[in-house]
């Protein structure tokens, strides 16, 4: 049974609790809050009152409790916790996500660490030998390898489950904005694995995050955020990174160092690790048990498997309701992507699905990336239109027209019926 806790309840309880001034009750030690809102530039100085600094007074949607980078309504919306890219700032700002559009995604809050004090601890009976400690240096001496893959949460698209199939799902209700893709820069955690001394009966590989522990709407702690990888995957392709987009990675992202598992679902990709177990037997956590797995009618009663692969999808560059002049020629630019291949084929239609034409793809169909298109359109008289786009990889999967439900509104890959007017 999936444990009965809800993201968007513990979001709402924490947004109250922020607003009370009692987070820290929440596993935010007041240390980590004092540092983070210096890093955020909301403190001026000298001794800050427990929570009383008058900028938490009126939050503005430019805030989002616990995360550090402004949030412009233009490019964000917040959503407790976390903060949804606006997939119509995306246009035009090329094909890498710049770090201040690049959503958030924070079960609590963002520790802000010190790089000189940060270490990863490798351990467990997985290895051959005792725990192994690396610096930040440690890392950096390892051969660099970089990356270009997307992150995006499993729940991306979760609201239309509701609004377009009229089926209630518990959790963050993300339009098509919990996705960004980045070049990513650092060691590959084979690497480091090999380094430690891996045993040749290591199975499962546990890394973990410094952010506080979790613990759900009903009161019950479930740690640090930590998800299991089996050692094929972590020995493939997973990065530890520590650049995105050419720079140290952003506190909210994972500074000083987060895993990247290209193609997987967001969770696989712990931000701030610490520490990774290595085990001689399959490892659990609430986030391979009683969340990022499928529950409901069509799956089996324990779920289904944990999640891996991302599915395929695509949004407009365009916001919802957007505005259009009628009877001018519109260049409509968007982006379509899959965890199973690169995107080789988007097809569109302006007339809520009558008619379809193929978008012109603007990248060459690239793995663990995105495709950036683009189709020309001149609505014919003011109005409201339906806009879709529905995306193949080269695995042959298209979007289908409705996606099969799950209680937590996970994978939704149906093509999206985006709203616009004519005016
Ligand atoms: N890692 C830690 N330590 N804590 C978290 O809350 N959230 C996960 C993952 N890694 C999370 C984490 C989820 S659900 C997602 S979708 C991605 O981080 C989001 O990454 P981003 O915030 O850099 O966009």
Same mark, same amino acid.
């Given at each position: 049974?999936?444990?009965?806790?809800?993201?968007?309840?513990?979001?709402?309880?924490?947004?109250?609790?922020?607003?009370?001034?009692?987070?820290?009750?929440?596993?935010?030690?007041?240390?980590?809050?004092?540092?983070?809102?210096?890093?955020?530039?909301?403190?001026?100085?000298?001794?800050?009152?427990?929570?009383?600094?008058?900028?938490?007074?009126?939050?503005?949607?430019?805030?989002?409790?616990?995360?550090?980078?402004?949030?412009?309504?233009?490019?964000?919306?917040?959503?407790?916790?976390?903060?949804?890219?606006?997939?119509?700032?995306?246009?035009?700002?090329?094909?890498?996500?710049?770090?201040?559009?690049?959503?958030?995604?924070?079960?609590?809050?963002?520790?802000?660490?010190?790089?000189?004090?940060?270490?990863?601890? %490798?351990?467990?009976? @997985?290895?051959?030998? *005792?725990? !192994?400690?690396?610096? /930040?240096?440690?890392? =950096?001496? +390892?051969?660099? &390898?970089?990356?270009?893959?997307?992150?995006?949460?499993?729940?991306?698209?979760?609201?239309?489950?509701?609004?377009?199939?009229?089926?209630?799902?518990?959790?963050?209700?993300?339009?098509?904005?919990?996705?960004?893709?980045?070049?990513?820069?650092?060691?590959?955690?084979?690497?480091?694995?090999?380094?430690?001394?891996?045993?040749?009966?290591?199975?499962?590989?546990?890394?973990?995050?410094?952010?506080?522990?979790? %613990?759900?709407?009903? @009161?019950?702690?479930? *740690?640090? !955020?930590?998800?299991? /990888?089996?050692?094929? =995957?972590? +020995?493939?392709? &997973?990065?530890?990174?520590?650049?995105?987009?050419?720079?140290?990675?952003?506190?909210?992202?994972?500074?000083?160092?987060?895993?990247?598992?290209?193609?997987?679902?967001?969770?696989?990709?712990?931000?701030?690790?610490?520490?990774?177990?290595?085990?001689?037997?399959?490892?659990?956590?609430?986030?391979?048990?009683?969340?990022?797995?499928?529950?409901?009618?069509?799956?089996?009663?324990?779920?289904?498997?944990?999640?891996?692969?991302?599915?395929?999808?695509?949004?407009?560059?365009?916001?919802?309701?957007?505005?259009?002049?009628?009877?001018?020629?519109?260049?409509?630019?968007?982006?379509?992507?899959?965890?199973?291949?690169?995107?080789?084929?988007?097809?569109?239609?302006?007339?809520?699905?009558?008619?379809?034409?193929?978008?012109?793809?603007?990248?060459?169909?690239?793995?663990?990336?995105?495709?950036?298109?683009?189709?020309?359109?001149?609505?014919?008289?003011?109005?409201?239109?339906?806009?879709?786009?529905?995306?193949?990889?080269?695995?042959?999967?298209?979007?289908?027209?409705?996606?099969?439900?799950?209680?937590?509104?996970?994978?939704?890959?149906?093509?999206?019926?985006?709203?616009?007017?004519?005016?």
């Amino acid at each position: 049974m999936p444990v009965s806790t809800s993201e968007s309840a513990y979001d709402r309880r924490r947004l109250r609790q922020w607003l009370a001034g009692e987070a820290r009750a929440d596993g935010v030690a007041r240390r980590d809050m004092l540092r983070l809102l210096a890093a955020a530039g909301l403190a001026s100085g000298g001794a800050l009152p427990a929570f009383a600094a008058p900028a938490f007074a009126a939050p503005t949607n430019t805030t989002a409790p616990g995360i550090v980078k402004p949030l412009p309504d233009d490019r964000f919306t917040v959503r407790g916790t976390n903060a949804e890219s606006k997939f119509a700032s995306f246009a035009g700002t090329g094909y890498h996500t710049p770090a201040d559009r690049f959503f958030v995604r924070n079960h609590t809050s963002t520790p802000v660490l010190d790089a000189a004090d940060w270490r990863l601890t %490798v351990h467990g009976a @997985g290895l051959r030998g *005792g725990p !192994v400690d690396l610096t /930040l240096r440690d890392l =950096k001496r +390892l051969p660099a &390898v970089t990356r270009t893959a997307f992150v995006e949460c499993a729940g991306n698209g979760r609201s239309f489950f509701t609004s377009q199939q009229g089926q209630p799902v518990s959790g963050t209700a993300w339009t098509l904005g919990a996705i960004g893709t980045a070049s990513w820069r650092g060691v590959r955690l084979a690497d480091v694995l090999r380094r430690a001394g891996l045993h040749r009966r290591a199975v499962d590989v546990l890394p973990r995050g410094l952010d506080p522990d979790y %613990v759900t709407a009903d @009161g019950t702690n479930l *740690g640090r !955020v930590r998800r299991p /990888l089996p050692l094929s =995957k972590a +020995l493939d392709d &997973v990065l530890l990174a520590y650049e995105m987009n050419g720079e140290p990675l952003p506190y909210d992202h994972g500074f000083p160092v987060r895993v990247v598992v290209p193609s997987w679902i967001g969770i696989a990709s712990v931000k701030w690790v610490g520490d990774i177990e290595v085990a001689d037997q399959p490892l659990y956590s609430p986030w391979n048990t009683d969340f990022y797995r499928l529950f409901g009618a069509a799956y089996p009663e324990g779920g289904s498997a944990p999640l891996s692969r991302q599915t395929v999808k695509s949004a407009w560059e365009l916001d919802w309701d957007a505005a259009l002049d009628a009877r001018v020629a519109h260049r409509l630019t968007g982006r379509s992507w899959s965890g199973a291949g690169g995107v080789v084929r988007v097809e569109v239609s302006t007339d809520g699905g009558a008619s379809w034409r193929r978008a012109r793809l603007h990248d060459t169909p690239r793995r663990h990336g995105w495709v950036r298109w683009s189709t020309d359109w001149r609505p014919s008289a003011p109005g409201s239109y339906t806009l879709l786009a529905r995306a193949t990889d080269s695995a042959g999967r298209t979007q289908p027209d409705t996606t099969v439900p799950n209680t937590q509104g996970y994978l939704f890959d149906a093509v999206v019926r985006h709203p616009v007017r004519a005016v």
